[in-house]
């Protein structure tokens, strides 16, 4: 297990935000914790702008994704990093590589660029990259 308490720094995919915001039954739990640790300052967090696009992609009234949007606007201690081109080239380096789709390589790009701890997902495959410590979030110890 790993305790996210010693970590300064991590990365976070999109798919904790969806699950965070949309409160996902089986998921909220851990991802209100990860998320109380960003309020209480005691964690920071980085996090690509393809997390925005997924996130207000999904098919929802104007009116949940307007909330949505706001929500992710007021995460602390988050920075959301615009592709540039130092994460562009890091981004096609870890596709050629790895073989993973555009934007999950364009997160780990920009965990990297923003040098975290760990790179927190619920995408298993993404664990076989190697220059990042890939967690699940079904693998965090908050205790």
Known sequence: MNGIKKYKLIGIDSNLFIYHFEENPQFVSATQLVFNQLSDG????ATSIISVIEILSYPLPPKILKQIEESFQL???????DVDGAIAKEAAKIRRKHGFRLPDAIQLATAKKAKADIFITNDRSLRQFKSLKVVLITELDFL
């Open 42 to 45: 005691n964690l920071k967090a």
């Open 75 to 81: 995460v602390p201690n988050l920075t959301v990093y």
